[in-house]
């Protein structure tokens, strides 16, 4: 008798220690999906937002160079579109912008390539680097 009742006891035990294991690894999967959730949101919102504001940079600067009339964009270097894509240009293309030209100003470029299709080849390859086309 004794051992019948402690048995049923046993058997008691393990049934609510189960429901405790069960309700605390349910807690448990709920909080990790609660941090989880909004974490992995805020990384894919980060690089939307990033690809936004480089696409909006280059078109700024495709724009900028599209208004100069004059192949080698006298004024380009000392405007703010300049600044912000300055970072990402190669080093040669800041070179061959930067330069001064004192031949340019005549109208006989040294250059073998003009101001503006360096701007507009480094748009280009920025474009293929940060995967935008």
């Given at each position: 008798?004794?051992?019948?009742?402690?048995?049923?006891?046993g058997e008691?035990s393990?049934?609510?220690?189960?429901?405790?294991?069960?309700?605390?690894?349910?807690?448990?999967?709920?909080?990790?999906?609660?941090?989880?959730?909004?974490?992995?949101?805020?990384?894919?919102?980060?690089?939307?937002r990033?690809q936004?504001?480089r696409?909006?940079l280059?078109k700024?600067?495709?724009?900028?160079?599209?208004?100069?009339?004059?192949?080698?964009?006298?004024?380009?270097?000392?405007?703010?579109?300049?600044?912000?894509?300055r970072?990402?240009?190669?080093?040669?293309?800041?070179?061959?912008?930067?330069t001064?030209?004192i031949?340019?100003?005549?109208?006989?470029?040294?250059?073998?390539?003009?101001?503006?299709?360096?701007?507009?080849?480094?748009?280009?390859?920025?474009?293929?680097?940060?995967k935008?086309?």
């Amino acid at each position: 008798m004794v051992d019948s009742l402690l048995q049923a006891l046993g058997e008691a035990s393990q049934g609510w220690l189960g429901s405790v294991i069960t309700a605390v690894i349910g807690f448990l999967g709920g909080v990790v999906g609660s941090v989880v959730a909004p974490w992995s949101h805020w990384g894919v919102e980060k690089r939307r937002r990033r690809q936004n504001r480089r696409r909006e940079l280059l078109k700024a600067v495709r724009e900028a160079t599209e208004q100069e009339k004059s192949d080698n964009l006298p004024g380009f270097v000392n405007t703010s579109t300049y600044s912000a894509i300055r970072p990402y240009l190669s080093p040669e293309a800041i070179e061959s912008l930067e330069t001064i030209d004192i031949i340019g100003n005549v109208g006989h470029p040294r250059r073998p390539m003009s101001h503006k299709r360096i701007v507009l080849d480094e748009v280009t390859r920025l474009e293929q680097e940060w995967k935008l086309i």
